[in-house]
């Protein structure tokens, strides 16, 4: 059944898909009076949803029972060097697919591509669209949130709690399962991966100065996103 994203303060009174929602269902998918379809809030409700009435503007739905999804223990919370090319929309695609709770796009000193202020908004909300759609594709009820990007030294102090792993080419640098293994039960785990070339020796310091454990991938140097999704299911699989 086709999923359709309808936010939380749609669900009361008339609830009904506007925007590019109401677009493709009424446009692209060509539904009509008296179909259903599976809606979702983005926080974790879901709800079957038989369509009243289609317009050019909106697509007006009785909403069956809703289904409350609990969150995924823990929250894993990817910090990702920004990659070149098209790379960070695969990162967040997949990422939401291996259910992570937000995504922090991060600027470091080795990262090619440059993201200034005045564009910082608008690749967040190119890459939160990505997000969603990748929530509807794979059933997935929580919509991760995908921060704009900032640059690694100002992330670094207000980065949160909870488990704080950095992906680690460096010396010392210990397995990621006995980091895991470590830690029994977090609520939240942040997990640091950096860019091509990963990061420099003074960020790398800052990370683990800062309460970050460097932890090894394994022998095989890995790309960029490889890291990612090495890390969020290893995560997932531990816990």
Do not use: N
């Not at 692209?28 to 079957?48: E, P, Q």
């Not at 397995?175 to 830690?183: I, K, Q, Y």
């Not at 970050?212 to 699989?237: C, D, H, K, N």
């Amino acid at each position: 059944m086709a999923r359709f994203f309808l936010p939380p303060e749609c669900w009361g009174g008339a609830p009904a898909l506007t925007g590019d929602e109401a677009k493709h269902a009424a446009q692209v998918m060509r539904l009509r009076r008296g179909d259903r379809i599976t809606v979702f809030d983005g926080a974790g409700h879901s709800a079957s949803a038989e369509i009243q009435d289609v317009s050019k503007s909106e697509v007006r739905l009785a909403l069956g029972e809703t289904v409350e999804r609990p969150p995924l223990r823990p929250r894993i919370h990817l910090a990702q060097a920004v990659p070149k090319g098209k790379t960070m929309d695969l990162i967040v695609q997949k990422a939401v697919e291996l259910g992570v709770h937000s995504i922090q796009p991060l600027i470091t000193r080795r990262t090619v591509v440059q993201v200034d202020a005045d564009d910082a908004d608008r690749k967040s909300s190119k890459w939160q669209r990505v997000a969603l759609e990748a929530c509807k594709q794979c059933g997935q009820d929580l919509l991760p949130v995908v921060e704009p990007a900032r640059s690694f030294a100002e992330w670094l102090p207000q980065s949160g709690g909870g488990l704080r792993v950095i992906a680690s080419l460096f010396p010392g640098a210990r397995p990621l399962r006995e980091v895991l293994r470590s830690v029994e039960s977090p609520e939240d785990v942040i997990l640091l991966v950096g860019p091509e070339g990963d990061f420099t020796p003074e960020e790398g310091k800052s990370a683990i100065e800062g309460g970050f454990q460097p932890a090894s991938l394994g022998e095989i140097i890995l790309r960029a996103e490889t890291a990612a999704f090495f890390g969020i299911s290893a995560i997932r699989y531990e816990y």
